[in-house]
Protein backbone atom coordinates (compact mmCIF):
# COMPACT_ATOMS: atom_id res chain seq x y z
CA UNK A 1 0.00 0.00 0.00
CA UNK A 2 1.80 3.14 -0.63
CA UNK A 3 1.48 6.77 0.49
CA UNK A 4 -1.44 7.52 -1.56
CA UNK A 5 -3.73 5.15 -0.73
CA UNK A 6 -3.48 5.57 3.12
CA UNK A 7 -3.76 9.32 2.83
CA UNK A 8 -7.64 8.47 0.91
CA UNK A 9 -8.49 5.57 3.46
CA UNK A 10 -11.43 6.50 5.28
CA UNK A 11 -12.97 3.92 8.02
CA UNK A 12 -16.03 2.88 8.18
CA UNK A 13 -18.21 5.28 10.24
CA UNK A 14 -21.19 2.55 11.04
CA UNK A 15 -25.09 3.75 12.23
CA UNK A 16 -25.45 7.93 12.45
CA UNK A 17 -24.69 9.54 16.11
CA UNK A 18 -27.41 10.53 18.29
CA UNK A 19 -28.38 14.04 18.31
CA UNK A 20 -27.44 16.09 21.35
CA UNK A 21 -31.06 16.86 22.31
CA UNK A 22 -31.31 12.99 22.24
CA UNK A 23 -32.31 11.14 25.93
CA UNK A 24 -29.04 9.22 27.03
CA UNK A 25 -26.65 10.88 24.42
CA UNK A 26 -23.58 10.75 26.77
CA UNK A 27 -23.81 7.06 28.18
CA UNK A 28 -22.57 4.08 25.80
CA UNK A 29 -23.87 1.73 27.94
CA UNK A 30 -27.06 3.11 26.79
CA UNK A 31 -26.30 3.65 23.48
CA UNK A 32 -25.10 -0.30 22.76
CA UNK A 33 -28.37 -1.44 24.49
CA UNK A 34 -30.30 0.61 22.09
CA UNK A 35 -28.85 -0.71 18.98
CA UNK A 36 -29.22 -4.22 20.74
CA UNK A 37 -32.76 -3.50 21.11
CA UNK A 38 -33.05 -1.93 16.88
CA UNK A 39 -31.29 -4.95 15.43
CA UNK A 40 -34.24 -7.08 18.21
CA UNK A 41 -37.12 -5.16 16.63
CA UNK A 42 -35.65 -5.70 13.35
CA UNK A 43 -35.12 -9.41 13.14
CA UNK A 44 -37.82 -12.20 11.67
CA UNK A 45 -38.34 -14.07 15.12
CA UNK A 46 -41.48 -12.82 16.25
CA UNK A 47 -41.55 -15.54 19.08
CA UNK A 48 -39.09 -14.48 20.77
CA UNK A 49 -39.25 -10.71 20.20
CA UNK A 50 -41.29 -10.16 23.89
CA UNK A 51 -38.88 -11.90 25.55
CA UNK A 52 -35.23 -9.92 24.20
CA UNK A 53 -37.38 -6.54 24.58
CA UNK A 54 -38.08 -7.06 28.40
CA UNK A 55 -34.41 -8.42 28.86
CA UNK A 56 -33.30 -5.32 27.15
CA UNK A 57 -35.79 -2.60 28.97
CA UNK A 58 -34.80 -4.35 32.71
CA UNK A 59 -31.27 -4.46 31.20
CA UNK A 60 -31.55 -0.68 30.47
CA UNK A 61 -33.58 0.12 34.22
CA UNK A 62 -31.17 -1.77 36.17
CA UNK A 63 -27.90 0.51 34.75
CA UNK A 64 -29.65 3.58 35.39
CA UNK A 65 -30.98 2.63 38.98
CA UNK A 66 -27.07 2.20 39.18
CA UNK A 67 -26.40 5.45 38.16
CA UNK A 68 -28.50 7.13 40.99
CA UNK A 69 -27.39 4.95 43.58
CA UNK A 70 -23.98 5.74 42.63
CA UNK A 71 -24.63 9.97 43.14
CA UNK A 72 -23.62 10.92 46.62
CA UNK A 73 -26.18 12.03 49.23
CA UNK A 74 -25.41 14.68 51.37
CA UNK A 75 -27.33 17.29 53.65
CA UNK A 76 -27.34 19.53 50.91
CA UNK A 77 -28.48 17.20 48.24
CA UNK A 78 -31.47 16.09 51.37
CA UNK A 79 -32.22 19.92 51.59
CA UNK A 80 -32.83 20.09 47.64
CA UNK A 81 -34.54 17.20 47.31
CA UNK A 82 -37.42 17.88 50.63
CA UNK A 83 -37.72 21.37 48.70
CA UNK A 84 -38.62 19.79 45.40
CA UNK A 85 -41.02 17.67 47.03
CA UNK A 86 -42.46 20.85 48.70
CA UNK A 87 -42.57 22.45 45.04
CA UNK A 88 -44.75 19.81 43.35
CA UNK A 89 -47.05 18.95 46.59
CA UNK A 90 -48.15 22.61 46.94
CA UNK A 91 -48.12 22.58 42.61
CA UNK A 92 -50.09 19.21 42.59
CA UNK A 93 -52.68 20.97 45.01
CA UNK A 94 -53.16 24.40 43.63
CA UNK A 95 -53.98 22.73 40.24
CA UNK A 96 -56.75 19.82 42.06
CA UNK A 97 -58.23 23.16 43.23
CA UNK A 98 -58.38 24.78 40.48
CA UNK A 99 -59.25 22.25 38.53
CA UNK A 100 -61.22 19.88 40.67
CA UNK A 101 -63.16 18.42 37.70
CA UNK A 102 -60.31 18.01 34.89
CA UNK A 103 -58.15 15.51 36.23
CA UNK A 104 -55.64 15.63 33.19
CA UNK A 105 -54.94 18.78 33.90
CA UNK A 106 -52.84 17.87 37.31
CA UNK A 107 -52.11 14.05 36.63
CA UNK A 108 -48.56 14.89 35.13
CA UNK A 109 -47.83 17.14 38.66
CA UNK A 110 -49.38 14.04 40.56
CA UNK A 111 -46.90 11.47 38.61
CA UNK A 112 -43.75 13.99 39.33
CA UNK A 113 -45.43 14.16 43.40
CA UNK A 114 -45.01 10.13 43.32
CA UNK A 115 -41.56 10.78 42.02
CA UNK A 116 -40.04 12.45 44.09
CA UNK A 117 -41.77 10.44 47.04
CA UNK A 118 -40.05 8.15 46.09
CA UNK A 119 -36.76 9.45 45.62
CA UNK A 120 -37.28 10.31 49.43
CA UNK A 121 -37.18 7.02 50.55
CA UNK A 122 -32.87 7.20 50.20
CA UNK A 123 -33.61 9.72 53.38
CA UNK A 124 -34.64 6.98 55.89
CA UNK A 125 -30.70 5.60 55.25
CA UNK A 126 -30.00 8.73 57.26
CA UNK A 127 -31.72 9.80 60.28
CA UNK A 128 -29.51 12.06 61.83
CA UNK A 129 -30.53 14.37 58.56
CA UNK A 130 -34.28 13.75 60.27
CA UNK A 131 -34.19 17.33 61.56
CA UNK A 132 -34.13 18.54 58.02
CA UNK A 133 -37.84 16.94 57.20
CA UNK A 134 -39.09 18.90 60.36
CA UNK A 135 -37.39 22.13 59.48
CA UNK A 136 -37.94 22.35 56.56
CA UNK A 137 -42.13 21.54 56.79
CA UNK A 138 -41.89 17.80 54.91
CA UNK A 139 -43.66 15.89 57.96
CA UNK A 140 -46.39 18.19 57.91
CA UNK A 141 -46.59 18.53 53.95
CA UNK A 142 -46.60 14.31 54.03
CA UNK A 143 -49.17 14.13 56.53
CA UNK A 144 -51.04 16.53 54.49
CA UNK A 145 -50.91 13.13 51.98
CA UNK A 146 -52.39 11.02 53.53
CA UNK A 147 -56.14 12.87 53.20
CA UNK A 148 -54.98 12.62 49.67
CA UNK A 149 -58.14 12.14 47.34
CA UNK A 150 -55.94 10.30 44.61
CA UNK A 151 -55.75 6.40 46.57
CA UNK A 152 -52.95 5.90 44.43
CA UNK A 153 -51.01 7.65 47.03
CA UNK A 154 -52.78 6.29 49.72
CA UNK A 155 -52.55 3.02 48.89
CA UNK A 156 -48.98 2.96 50.61
CA UNK A 157 -46.74 2.62 47.30
CA UNK A 158 -45.34 6.20 48.49
CA UNK A 159 -46.71 7.63 51.61
CA UNK A 160 -46.89 5.19 53.85
CA UNK A 161 -44.10 3.12 52.08
CA UNK A 162 -41.52 6.48 53.14
CA UNK A 163 -42.93 6.85 56.52
CA UNK A 164 -42.61 3.01 57.75
CA UNK A 165 -38.89 3.15 56.42
CA UNK A 166 -38.58 6.64 58.27
CA UNK A 167 -39.98 4.76 61.34
CA UNK A 168 -38.09 1.34 61.28
CA UNK A 169 -36.80 0.55 65.16
CA UNK A 170 -33.33 -0.14 63.99
CA UNK A 171 -32.69 3.32 62.24
CA UNK A 172 -34.77 5.25 64.66
CA UNK A 173 -32.19 3.53 67.21
CA UNK A 174 -29.43 4.47 65.01
CA UNK A 175 -30.12 8.58 65.81
CA UNK A 176 -31.82 8.85 69.22
CA UNK A 177 -32.03 12.66 68.30
CA UNK A 178 -32.76 12.71 64.94
CA UNK A 179 -36.10 9.75 66.15
CA UNK A 180 -37.11 11.65 68.53
CA UNK A 181 -37.88 15.42 66.28
CA UNK A 182 -39.25 13.21 63.88
CA UNK A 183 -41.84 11.29 66.74
CA UNK A 184 -42.62 14.56 67.85
CA UNK A 185 -43.64 16.02 65.19
CA UNK A 186 -45.62 12.85 63.94
CA UNK A 187 -47.52 12.82 66.82
CA UNK A 188 -48.22 16.81 66.92
CA UNK A 189 -49.56 16.14 63.66
CA UNK A 190 -52.17 13.25 64.97
CA UNK A 191 -50.68 11.01 62.92
CA UNK A 192 -52.36 7.84 64.10
CA UNK A 193 -55.61 9.20 63.59
CA UNK A 194 -54.95 9.74 59.96
CA UNK A 195 -53.56 6.91 59.63
CA UNK A 196 -56.69 4.91 61.08
CA UNK A 197 -58.89 7.31 58.76
CA UNK A 198 -57.35 5.83 55.55
CA UNK A 199 -57.09 2.23 56.73
CA UNK A 200 -61.21 2.39 56.93
CA UNK A 201 -61.45 3.71 53.83
CA UNK A 202 -59.19 0.59 51.89
CA UNK A 203 -60.35 -2.64 50.66
CA UNK A 204 -58.16 -5.32 51.42
CA UNK A 205 -60.15 -7.44 49.13
CA UNK A 206 -57.24 -5.65 46.43
CA UNK A 207 -53.74 -6.66 47.24
CA UNK A 208 -51.89 -3.21 47.18
CA UNK A 209 -54.39 -1.51 50.02
CA UNK A 210 -54.04 -4.44 51.82
CA UNK A 211 -50.36 -4.51 51.57
CA UNK A 212 -50.87 -0.02 52.61
CA UNK A 213 -52.49 -1.75 56.08
CA UNK A 214 -50.34 -3.86 57.00
CA UNK A 215 -47.60 -0.91 56.36
CA UNK A 216 -49.28 1.16 58.36
CA UNK A 217 -49.38 -1.23 61.07
CA UNK A 218 -45.79 -1.68 61.07
CA UNK A 219 -45.49 2.63 61.60
CA UNK A 220 -47.81 2.34 64.96
CA UNK A 221 -45.58 -1.10 66.20
CA UNK A 222 -42.27 0.98 65.56
CA UNK A 223 -43.56 3.76 67.19
CA UNK A 224 -44.87 2.22 69.89
CA UNK A 225 -41.74 0.04 70.23
CA UNK A 226 -39.70 3.55 70.30
CA UNK A 227 -41.88 5.63 72.50
CA UNK A 228 -44.47 2.65 74.75
CA UNK A 229 -45.63 5.77 75.95
CA UNK A 230 -47.93 6.82 72.94
CA UNK A 231 -49.96 3.66 73.34
CA UNK A 232 -52.40 5.41 75.54
CA UNK A 233 -52.89 8.69 73.05
CA UNK A 234 -52.81 6.24 69.78
CA UNK A 235 -55.91 3.78 71.44
CA UNK A 236 -57.71 6.77 72.00
CA UNK A 237 -57.61 8.20 68.72
CA UNK A 238 -59.60 5.50 67.16
CA UNK A 239 -56.97 2.62 66.61
CA UNK A 240 -58.16 0.47 69.62
CA UNK A 241 -62.29 0.40 68.05
CA UNK A 242 -60.10 -0.65 64.33
CA UNK A 243 -58.58 -3.14 65.80
CA UNK A 244 -61.10 -5.34 67.30
CA UNK A 245 -63.25 -3.83 64.67
CA UNK A 246 -60.94 -5.86 62.18
CA UNK A 247 -60.28 -8.66 64.25
CA UNK A 248 -63.89 -9.83 64.57
CA UNK A 249 -64.53 -9.18 60.95
CA UNK A 250 -65.69 -12.25 58.96
CA UNK A 251 -62.79 -12.82 56.47
CA UNK A 252 -60.64 -15.32 56.34
CA UNK A 253 -57.61 -15.07 58.57
CA UNK A 254 -54.71 -13.37 56.74
CA UNK A 255 -51.38 -11.60 57.60
CA UNK A 256 -53.27 -8.49 58.30
CA UNK A 257 -55.30 -10.35 61.22
CA UNK A 258 -52.05 -11.72 62.69
CA UNK A 259 -50.83 -8.39 63.04
CA UNK A 260 -54.07 -6.39 64.08
CA UNK A 261 -53.43 -9.40 67.08
CA UNK A 262 -49.62 -8.48 67.70
CA UNK A 263 -50.13 -4.38 67.79
CA UNK A 264 -53.71 -5.51 70.18
CA UNK A 265 -51.51 -6.54 72.94
CA UNK A 266 -48.82 -4.15 72.36
CA UNK A 267 -51.19 -1.50 73.50
CA UNK A 268 -52.56 -3.49 76.43
CA UNK A 269 -49.36 -4.35 77.80
CA UNK A 270 -48.69 -2.62 81.22
CA UNK A 271 -51.23 0.41 80.04
CA UNK A 272 -54.32 0.61 82.41
CA UNK A 273 -56.18 3.36 80.37
CA UNK A 274 -56.08 1.08 76.87
CA UNK A 275 -57.17 -1.72 79.20
CA UNK A 276 -59.78 0.04 80.60
CA UNK A 277 -60.75 1.37 77.17
CA UNK A 278 -60.74 -1.98 75.42
CA UNK A 279 -62.98 -3.09 78.18
CA UNK A 280 -65.72 0.33 77.32
CA UNK A 281 -65.44 -0.70 73.55
CA UNK A 282 -66.93 -4.11 74.76
CA UNK A 283 -63.27 -5.59 73.35
CA UNK A 284 -63.65 -8.74 76.20
CA UNK A 285 -66.83 -10.13 74.72
CA UNK A 286 -64.54 -9.74 70.59
CA UNK A 287 -61.69 -11.85 72.65
CA UNK A 288 -63.91 -14.22 74.03
CA UNK A 289 -65.87 -14.93 70.80
CA UNK A 290 -62.79 -14.98 68.76
CA UNK A 291 -61.07 -17.65 71.16
CA UNK A 292 -64.10 -19.74 71.43
CA UNK A 293 -62.90 -20.69 67.66
CA UNK A 294 -60.03 -22.78 69.00
CA UNK A 295 -62.26 -24.66 72.15
CA UNK A 296 -62.98 -27.64 69.50
CA UNK A 297 -60.06 -27.32 67.07
CA UNK A 298 -56.47 -26.35 66.97
CA UNK A 299 -55.06 -23.78 64.85
CA UNK A 300 -54.31 -24.81 61.26
CA UNK A 301 -51.64 -23.07 61.01
CA UNK A 302 -48.17 -22.02 62.93
CA UNK A 303 -49.41 -18.32 62.06
CA UNK A 304 -52.86 -18.78 63.37
CA UNK A 305 -51.89 -20.11 66.32
CA UNK A 306 -49.26 -16.91 66.99
CA UNK A 307 -52.42 -14.67 66.70
CA UNK A 308 -54.07 -17.01 69.26
CA UNK A 309 -51.40 -16.77 71.90
CA UNK A 310 -51.75 -12.66 70.62
CA UNK A 311 -55.24 -13.30 71.88
CA UNK A 312 -54.93 -14.50 74.77
CA UNK A 313 -52.11 -12.59 75.83
CA UNK A 314 -54.57 -9.42 75.40
CA UNK A 315 -57.41 -11.18 77.51
CA UNK A 316 -54.95 -12.26 80.30
CA UNK A 317 -53.23 -8.50 80.63
CA UNK A 318 -57.23 -6.84 80.24
CA UNK A 319 -57.63 -8.82 83.41
CA UNK A 320 -55.33 -7.47 85.37
CA UNK A 321 -57.98 -4.31 85.55
CA UNK A 322 -60.23 -5.10 88.47
CA UNK A 323 -63.52 -3.62 86.04
CA UNK A 324 -62.81 -6.12 83.30
CA UNK A 325 -62.60 -9.05 85.50
CA UNK A 326 -66.68 -8.03 85.74
CA UNK A 327 -66.67 -8.18 82.12
CA UNK A 328 -65.29 -11.72 82.06
CA UNK A 329 -67.68 -13.10 84.36
CA UNK A 330 -70.59 -11.58 82.64
CA UNK A 331 -69.35 -12.83 79.23
CA UNK A 332 -69.18 -16.41 80.65
CA UNK A 333 -65.62 -16.22 80.32
CA UNK A 334 -64.88 -19.22 82.59
CA UNK A 335 -67.69 -21.32 81.32
CA UNK A 336 -65.21 -20.85 77.76
CA UNK A 337 -61.89 -21.47 79.48
CA UNK A 338 -63.40 -24.31 81.50
CA UNK A 339 -64.59 -26.18 77.92
CA UNK A 340 -60.83 -25.46 76.72
CA UNK A 341 -59.71 -27.00 79.56
CA UNK A 342 -61.91 -30.39 79.36
CA UNK A 343 -61.32 -30.48 75.37
CA UNK A 344 -57.43 -31.12 75.64
CA UNK A 345 -56.25 -28.56 72.83
CA UNK A 346 -53.95 -26.66 72.04
CA UNK A 347 -55.46 -23.54 73.74
CA UNK A 348 -55.70 -25.30 76.97
CA UNK A 349 -52.65 -24.13 78.99
CA UNK A 350 -53.02 -20.92 77.82
CA UNK A 351 -57.11 -20.82 79.20
CA UNK A 352 -55.25 -21.68 82.71
CA UNK A 353 -53.54 -18.44 82.68
CA UNK A 354 -56.78 -16.79 81.89
CA UNK A 355 -58.04 -18.40 85.04
CA UNK A 356 -54.86 -17.50 86.83
CA UNK A 357 -55.97 -14.14 86.28
CA UNK A 358 -59.13 -13.62 86.72
CA UNK A 359 -59.54 -15.42 89.38
CA UNK A 360 -55.99 -13.92 91.54
CA UNK A 361 -56.76 -11.41 94.42
CA UNK A 362 -59.66 -10.21 96.88
CA UNK A 363 -61.15 -8.84 93.17
CA UNK A 364 -61.66 -12.19 91.73
CA UNK A 365 -63.81 -13.82 94.37
CA UNK A 366 -67.05 -13.59 92.37
CA UNK A 367 -65.07 -15.50 89.25
CA UNK A 368 -63.89 -17.96 91.93
CA UNK A 369 -67.45 -18.81 93.52
CA UNK A 370 -68.74 -19.17 89.63
CA UNK A 371 -65.71 -21.40 89.32
CA UNK A 372 -67.22 -23.50 91.66
CA UNK A 373 -70.53 -23.22 90.49
CA UNK A 374 -69.95 -24.61 87.32
CA UNK A 375 -67.78 -27.42 88.91
CA UNK A 376 -64.40 -26.04 87.71
CA UNK A 377 -62.45 -27.99 90.40
CA UNK A 378 -63.70 -31.53 88.00
CA UNK A 379 -61.65 -29.90 85.49
CA UNK A 380 -58.90 -28.70 87.40
CA UNK A 381 -58.43 -31.85 89.59
CA UNK A 382 -57.63 -34.13 87.06
CA UNK A 383 -54.84 -32.08 85.28
CA UNK A 384 -52.79 -33.26 88.69
CA UNK A 385 -53.84 -36.82 88.27
CA UNK A 386 -53.08 -37.49 85.14
CA UNK A 387 -50.37 -36.82 82.74
CA UNK A 388 -51.50 -35.63 79.14
CA UNK A 389 -51.16 -38.37 76.21
CA UNK A 390 -48.45 -35.78 74.50
CA UNK A 391 -46.26 -35.45 77.65
CA UNK A 392 -45.95 -39.18 77.86
CA UNK A 393 -45.02 -39.50 74.22
CA UNK A 394 -42.21 -36.41 74.26
CA UNK A 395 -39.01 -36.78 76.53
CA UNK A 396 -38.42 -36.42 79.62
CA UNK A 397 -37.35 -32.91 79.66
CA UNK A 398 -40.36 -31.95 77.65
CA UNK A 399 -42.42 -33.99 79.94
CA UNK A 400 -40.46 -32.04 83.10
CA UNK A 401 -41.14 -28.56 81.60
CA UNK A 402 -45.24 -29.07 80.47
CA UNK A 403 -46.28 -30.94 84.12
CA UNK A 404 -44.32 -28.01 85.90
CA UNK A 405 -45.99 -24.98 83.77
CA UNK A 406 -49.28 -27.01 84.28
CA UNK A 407 -48.69 -27.02 87.95
CA UNK A 408 -47.63 -23.55 88.45
CA UNK A 409 -50.72 -22.46 86.84
CA UNK A 410 -53.12 -24.44 88.66
CA UNK A 411 -51.83 -24.79 91.80
CA UNK A 412 -52.00 -20.81 93.12
CA UNK A 413 -55.48 -20.38 91.86
CA UNK A 414 -56.97 -23.27 93.27
CA UNK A 415 -55.58 -22.13 96.71
CA UNK A 416 -57.04 -18.77 95.94
CA UNK A 417 -60.59 -20.51 95.57
CA UNK A 418 -60.44 -22.52 98.80
CA UNK A 419 -59.10 -19.31 100.81
CA UNK A 420 -62.09 -17.50 99.40
CA UNK A 421 -64.52 -19.69 99.96
CA UNK A 422 -63.30 -20.64 103.31
CA UNK A 423 -63.34 -17.31 104.45
CA UNK A 424 -66.95 -16.93 103.11
CA UNK A 425 -67.66 -19.62 105.08
CA UNK A 426 -70.03 -20.81 102.41
CA UNK A 427 -70.01 -24.03 100.05
CA UNK A 428 -68.04 -25.59 102.13
CA UNK A 429 -68.49 -28.38 104.67
CA UNK A 430 -66.10 -31.19 106.24
CA UNK A 431 -66.65 -33.90 104.25
CA UNK A 432 -65.35 -32.16 101.33
CA UNK A 433 -62.67 -31.10 103.32
CA UNK A 434 -61.70 -34.84 103.83
CA UNK A 435 -62.05 -35.44 100.84
CA UNK A 436 -60.00 -32.82 98.89
CA UNK A 437 -57.08 -33.36 100.96
CA UNK A 438 -57.18 -37.29 100.54
CA UNK A 439 -57.06 -36.33 96.79
CA UNK A 440 -53.75 -34.01 97.46
CA UNK A 441 -52.30 -37.08 99.34
CA UNK A 442 -52.78 -39.41 96.09
CA UNK A 443 -51.88 -36.50 93.99
CA UNK A 444 -48.74 -36.31 95.56
CA UNK A 445 -47.59 -39.42 94.38
CA UNK A 446 -48.80 -38.59 90.89
CA UNK A 447 -46.38 -36.09 90.23
CA UNK A 448 -43.68 -37.63 92.09
CA UNK A 449 -43.91 -40.14 89.63
CA UNK A 450 -44.60 -38.22 86.65
CA UNK A 451 -41.00 -36.62 87.32
CA UNK A 452 -38.91 -39.31 89.12
CA UNK A 453 -39.76 -42.59 87.04
Known amino acids: MDVGELLNYQPDRGAKRLRAGDDDDDDPRNKKAGRELARHLEGDDSEDLSGDRKRILEKLMDEDADDQEGEPVDESSVKKMILTFEKRSYKNQELRIKFPDTPGRFMETELDLNDIIQEMHVIATMPDLYHLLVELNAVHSLLGLLSHENTDILSFKNVVDLLQELTDIDTLHESEEGAEVLIDSLLEGQVVALLV ?24 ENMAE ?61 LLQQLSVFKRHNPA ?25 DRFLRGEGLQLMNLMLREKKMSRTSALRVL ?61 ILFIIVSDDQLFSVSFICHFFHFFKVTAFSIAAMFYN
Not at 197 to 217: I, S
Not at 391 to 412: F, N, T, W
Open 197 to 220: QNMERLDEQVKEEADGVYNTLAII
Open 226 to 286: FRPGLCTEAAQQGLMQWLLKRIKAKIPFDANKLYCSEVLAILLQNNDSTRELLGELDGIDV
Open 301 to 325: TAEEQEMMENLFDALCSCLMLAANR
Open 356 to 416: DHGMIGPEGSDNCHKFVDILGLRTIFPLFMKTPKKMRKAGAADKEHEGLQIISYVCPYILC
